[in-house]
C-alpha cells in the first residue's frame, strides 16, 4: 500500500473493475453495430432482404437495451468497483456476489435479452424492449448491485460523503424503483394511462439511471485526475437535491398536446425548465472545478469528463427548450429528438463513461493501457457526436417543415434521405473511435504496480465541507 | 466536528433518504395515478357502453405490430395540433385506448400515425404493402416483412392475416360509436367549450385522412393543367407502380391487387371523373385518394392519365346495333349500371365496389367487350357469356360506349 494512503483503504475488486469495463466495451460495440444496420436500413431498406431478426424495428430494440444496460450498465458498475471502497472506506460488499452480478447481468439479462428481442419475443415500450422475463432478471441485477454497492457507504460515518456517494447511492435506490414502474406496470395499465408511466420512465431511465452515475463518474474524475477539490461542494450538494427532486416530474414532457391531463403536461414542462436551470449550475460548478486544467485537459480521461460535461450542459438546455409547447409541437416525433437522445447517450453518458474507464484503467494494476489509442478514441468520438447530432437536428426541422407543409407524407421521408446518409456516416467515425477505445484498453503497456487506491490521496471526501479548500499534497504512490 | 453536529448530519441523512424516495413517489402520484385516475373516470364517462375489443385475432396481430417495432416508426397517437387533425383525424381520446395493452403511442414518426388507419387500404394493398413495400410506395424505408408470407404477397400467413386485421381495428370505436357517441363522450367529458374540446370533438369525419377513399364525397373540378412534364413526374412517382408505367394497369403491384388496377391505355376518362377518382380514391379497390396533393399537381396527374389513353376510334355502329344494345342493358345492367349509365343503379347501396359511369368513362371496345364477356375479378360484375350471345354482347358494348359524350364535350380536353 502507498505511503499516504490510510490504512483503512479497502481492497478493490480489480478482477471485477476489469471484467465489467471488457463487458462495457464489448456490448457497446455490439449495440454501435445494432445501430449501424438500423441507420443503414433507413437507406437501403432491402439490404437484408426482409430477414425478419435484422429487421429495422427489432435492431432498434436490441440497440437502445444494449447502449443502457449493457455498455452503460457495466461500465457503471466497473466505475463502481474501482470507485466504492476509495468513496466509502470499506470494500464492496463481497467478491463472490459481484461474479454473481457479473454473470447475471451479462448471461442472463444483455445475451438472452438480445437473443429475445431479435427473436421476436420482446415488449413495444421504450427504453423497456426486452421482455419481462429478461426485467425481471434485471430488477435481481439492480438489487444485487444496490446490495454490493450501497451498503459499504451505511457502514461508513454517513456525515462525510462526497457528492458521488450520494449520486451512486440515489441512482441504485431510485434505479431500483423507477425500472419495475417503466417496465411492468404498462403491461397492466392500458392506454393512455400506461402512456403517462411510460413517459415517466422514459425520463426516469436517463435522469435517476444513467444521469446520477455518469454525474458520480464526472464528480469523482475531476478531482482525482486534476488533484484539485470540487470547486463547491455546497453546490454540487444543492445541484444534486434539485436534480432528484425535478428529474423525476420531468417525464409527461414526451406527451406533450395528448390526452394526459394539461396539467400534469404543464407540470413536467415546468420542471423541464426548473432542470435546465440546475443544470447550468451543477454544470458551472463541474467547469470552476476543472480551471487550470486547460480548455482541452491534457489527462485523457479528464478531458472526455470535461466534454461529456459540456455536452451534459448542451443537452440539457435543449431539453429544456424542445418541452416548451411552442417547439415541441414543431421538433417532437422527428429526427430532432433523436439528435437529443444522442447527444444526451453518446454525447453526455458515454463521455462520462469512457472517461471513468479510461480514468480507472490508468489506475489498475496488471492491466494494459494505451494512451495514444484512446486520445484517438476521444477526437474521433467527439468528431462523431457532433456530425451526428447537428444532422439530426436539422433533419427534424425540415422533417418538421415538410409535415407542417400538408405535402403529402412521403415528401418527408424523400427530405430526410440525405441526412440520413450523414447520420449513416457519422457512424465511421464513432465506430473507430470505440475500437480504438477498445485497443486502448487492451493493448499497450502493462501496469505492476498495485496502486488501486493511489487517488484515494485526493481529497474526494468531506461533504461537511461547504466552501472549496485547497487539496492536500497529491501522494504519489513509492 | 462535535459528536452531536454528527448525530444531526446522520438525522439529515435519514430524512434526506426518506424525502429521497418521496421524491420519486410524489413524481408517480402527481404525473402517473392522478393523471391515471382522470384518464380513467374520463373513459368510464366518454366511453361508448359497450365499445368494441380485439378479437383473438387482431390481439394476435397487435403482438406481432409490438414485436416488430411498428410503434417506433408510426405513432398511435394523434395530438391537439391542427397539423395532426388536418393530416390524421379527431385528436387521440382516453376512451380509444381503454384495450391497448401496452400502449403504442410512440414517439418518432417516420411513417405517418396509424390510430385512425382503419378502412385507409385494403386488405390486398395492406399484404403487398407489408410483403415489399417498395413496390407500392417507391420511396418507402419500411422493412419488408417477407417471413409473415409464404414466398408471395398473395400467401399470407396467419400472422399477416392478424396484423392486417389488428390495423382495421385502429380508430374502429370510435367510428363505430358514430355522431350518438361523439355526443356522449363530448357530454361524459363535462370540458369547458373551448379550443381543445373543439379540437377534440367537432372533427368531421373523425377519420379525416386525405388518403382514405370515400363512396361519396364532394370534389374540386380540377382546372386545366398548365405542365405536362409535372403530371408525368407525379405520375411515375405515384401511379406507376399500380398502373404502369405507360398506364396499362400492369405496374409491379398490379399483380397482388384484386380488383387489378384500371388499365388507363385503354381507357378514356373525363376529367370530372378523374378529379373524382382522385380526390375521393375508389372504395373497395386499393386506390387511395391523394387529397394530400395540392390541386394543382392532382390536375396535372389527371392529364397525365388522358394522355396515356390509346382508345382508338371505331367505325360507328348502326342504329339496329344500339338498339339491340339499349334492349340488352335495361334488361341486364340497370341494376347496378343505373337506366342512364351513371353507375348509380338501385343496387350500389349493395356493393363495395361502385359500378362503371359509362357517362365519365369510356373503355375500348375490345376492354368493354373483354368486361361483359370475363367480369371484372373482385367486383361483382360477373362473367355473361351463359345469358349473352356474342350479337348482344357486342351490342351492348357498342351501346355502353356511347353513352361517353362525344369528345368535344368534355371538359377539361384542350
Not at chain 1, 117 to 133: D, H, K, R, T, Y
Not at chain 2, 177 to 183: D, I, M, N, T, W
Request: hydrophobic share 45%; proline share 6%; net charge neutral.
Amino acid at each position: 500500500m502507498p505511503p499516504g494512503v490510510e490504512e483503512s483503504t479497502p481492497r478493490v475488486e480489480v478482477s471485477l473493475v476489469t471484467a465489467h469495463g471488457l463487458a462495457a466495451l464489448i456490448t457497446l460495440l455490439a449495440s454501435l453495430a445494432f445501430g449501424i444496420v438500423a441507420a443503414i436500413e433507413l437507406l437501403l431498406p432491402d439490404l437484408f432482404g426482409g430477414v425478419s431478426w435484422l429487421s429495422w424495428g427489432r435492431v432498434r430494440y436490441a440497440h437502445t437495451q444494449g447502449v443502457i444496460l449493457g455498455w452503460l450498465g457495466n461500465v457503471f458498475f466497473a466505475f463502481l468497483y474501482h470507485a466504492v471502497p476509495i468513496l466509502s472506506g470499506r470494500p464492496v460488499t463481497s467478491a463472490p456476489l459481484g461474479r454473481w452480478l457479473f454473470a447475471l447481468w451479462n448471461l442472463a439479462v444483455m445475451v438472452p435479452g438480445w437473443i429475445l428481442v431479435l427473436a421476436g419475443i420482446s415488449q413495444p415500450l421504450e427504453w423497456a424492449e426486452f421482455p419481462l422475463v429478461i426485467d425481471i432478471l434485471a430488477v435481481a441485477g439492480l438489487v444485487l448491485a444496490a446490495i454490493q454497492f450501497v451498503p459499504p457507504f451505511f457502514r461508513r460515518g454517513v456525515e462525510s460523503l462526497y457528492v458521488s456517494s450520494w449520486y451512486v447511492i440515489g441512482g441504485l435506490v431510485f434505479t431500483l424503483l423507477a425500472y419495475p414502474m417503466g417496465n411492468f406496470l404498462p403491461e397492466v395499465v392500458p392506454g393512455a394511462r400506461g402512456a403517462a408511466l411510460s413517459g415517466l420512465w422514459i425520463h426516469d431511465a436517463i435522469g435517476l439511471f444513467v444521469t446520477p452515475l455518469a454525474l458520480a463518474i464526472i464528480y469523482y474524475v475531476i478531482p482525482a485526475a486534476s488533484g484539485r477539490p470540487i470547486y463547491s461542494h455546497f453546490l454540487s450538494m444543492l445541484g444534486f437535491w434539485l436534480l432528484f427532486f425535478v428529474y423525476p416530474l420531468n417525464g409527461t414532457h414526451h406527451y406533450v398536446f395528448s390526452v394526459i391531463p394539461m396539467e400534469a403536461q404543464i407540470s413536467a414542462i415546468a420542471a423541464s425548465t426548473i432542470l435546465g436551470i440546475d443544470v447550468i449550475l451543477v454544470v458551472t460548478n463541474l467547469l470552476l472545478s476543472m480551471r487550470g486544467s486547460g480548455f482541452i485537459p491534457a489527462d485523457v480521461g479528464l478531458r472526455f469528463v470535461a466534454t461529456g460535461t459540456v455536452f451534459y450542459l448542451l443537452v440539457s438546455i435543449q431539453g429544456a427548450v424542445q418541452a416548451q409547447m411552442a417547439v415541441n409541437q414543431t421538433v417532437h416525433f422527428t429526427d430532432w429528438v433523436v439528435g437529443h437522445s444522442h447527444l444526451a447517450m453518446l454525447g453526455f453518458a458515454t463521455f462520462a463513461g469512457a472517461g471513468g474507464l479510461v480514468h480507472m484503467w490508468q489506475r489498475l494494476p496488471g492491466v494494459r493501457f494505451n494512451s495514444r489509442a484512446c486520445e484517438w478514441s476521444y477526437w474521433l468520438l467527439v468528431t462523431g457526436v457532433t456530425m451526428m447530432v447537428v444532422d439530426l437536428t436539422v433533419a427534424g426541422l425540415v422533417e418538421a417543415q415538410a409535415w407542417q407543409s400538408g405535402a403529402p407524407w412521403i415528401e418527408s421521408v424523400r427530405a430526410a434521405r440525405p441526412y440520413w446518409l450523414i447520420r449513416a456516416l457519422s457512424a465511421i467515425p464513432i465506430a473507430a473511435g470505440f475500437i480504438a477505445l477498445l485497443v486502448g484498453v487492451t493493448t499497450g503497456t502493462r501496469r505492476d504496480v498495485p496502486t488501486d487506491a493511489r487517488d484515494v490521496a485526493v481529497d474526494l471526501r468531506g461533504a461537511d465541507r461547504l466552501r472549496p479548500r485547497v487539496a492536500p499534497a497529491t501522494v504519489e504512490p513509492a | 466536528m462535535s459528536i452531536g453536529a454528527g448525530r444531526a448530519l446522520r438525522m439529515a441523512y435519514i430524512v434526506a433518504g426518506v424525502g429521497g424516495i418521496g421524491f420519486f413517489l410524489m413524481s408517480v402520484v402527481l404525473l402517473g395515478y392522478w393523471p391515471g385516475r382522470v384518464l380513467e373516470e374520463q373513459t368510464r364517462r366518454m366511453s361508448p357502453t359497450m365499445p368494441l375489443g380485439l378479437s383473438v385475432s387482431e390481439q394476435r396481430g397487435r403482438e406481432v405490430y409490438a414485436r416488430e417495432g411498428c410503434a417506433y416508426c408510426h405513432t398511435q397517437q394523434i395530438r391537439y395540433l391542427d397539423a395532426d387533425i388536418a393530416r390524421f383525424g379527431a385528436p387521440t381520446l382516453a376512451w380509444e385506448t381503454q384495450f391497448d395493452y401496452p400502449h403504442l403511442w410512440g414517439t418518432r414518426r417516420i411513417g405517418p400515425d396509424l390510430s385512425r388507419a382503419s378502412g385507409t387500404r385494403t386488405a390486398d394493398w395492406h399484404y403487398l404493402h407489408l410483403y415489399s413495400p417498395r413496390t407500392l410506395v417507391p420511396d418507402s424505408v419500411m422493412p419488408a416483412y417477407r417471413s409473415l408470407f409464404d414466398g408471395m404477397p398473395e400467401r399470407p400467413r396467419q400472422e399477416a392475416r392478424d396484423l392486417v386485421a389488428y390495423l382495421e381495428t385502429l380508430g374502429r370505436a370510435r367510428e363505430l360509436a358514430g355522431p350518438e357517441g361523439e355526443a356522449h363522450a363530448r357530454e361524459g367529458c363535462n370540458c369547458p367549450d373551448d379550443h381543445m374540446a373543439h379540437m377534440a370533438f367537432s372533427v368531421t369525419p373523425v377519420n379525416g385522412s386525405p388518403t382514405r377513399p370515400r363512396a361519396e364525397g364532394n370534389y374540386p373540378m380540377l382546372p386545366a393543367a398548365a405542365d405536362p412534364q409535372r403530371g408525368k413526374e407525379l405520375f411515375a412517382a405515384n401511379c406507376a407502380t399500380c398502373h404502369g408505367s405507360s398506364g396499362r394497369g400492369d405496374g409491379p403491384a398490379a399483380s397482388a391487387l384484386v380488383p387489378r388496377p384500371a388499365n388507363l391505355a385503354e381507357h378514356r376518362y373525363s376529367f370530372d371523373r378523374l378529379s373524382d377518382v382522385l380526390w375521393n380514391g375508389s372504395v373497395g379497390t386499393s386506390m387511395s385518394a391523394w387529397r394530400d396533393h395540392t390541386v394543382t399537381d392532382l390536375s396535372a396527374m389527371a392529364a397525365a392519365v388522358q394522355s396515356l389513353s390509346m382508345v382508338e376510334p371505331v367505325e360507328a355502329p348502326s342504329e339496329a346495333i344500339l338498339a339491340l344494345g339499349g334492349r340488352v342493358y335495361q334488361a341486364n345492367c340497370i341494376q347496378c349500371h343505373g337506366t342512364n349509365g351513371d353507375g348509380r343503379g338501385t343496387a350500389v347501396a349493395e356493393l363495395t365496389v361502385r359500378p362503371t359511369d359509362f357517362r365519365r368513362q369510356q373503355a375500348s371496345l375490345a376492354a368493354s367487350i373483354r368486361a361483359i364477356r370475363e367480369g371484372m375479378n373482385g367486383t361483382r360484375m360477373a362473367p355473361w357469356t351463359d345469358r349473352l350471345n356474342a350479337d348482344e354482347i357486342l351490342a351492348v358494348a357498342h351501346y355502353v360506349r356511347s353513352l361517353y359524350p362525344d369528345a368535344s364535350t368534355r371538359a377539361g380536353q384542350p
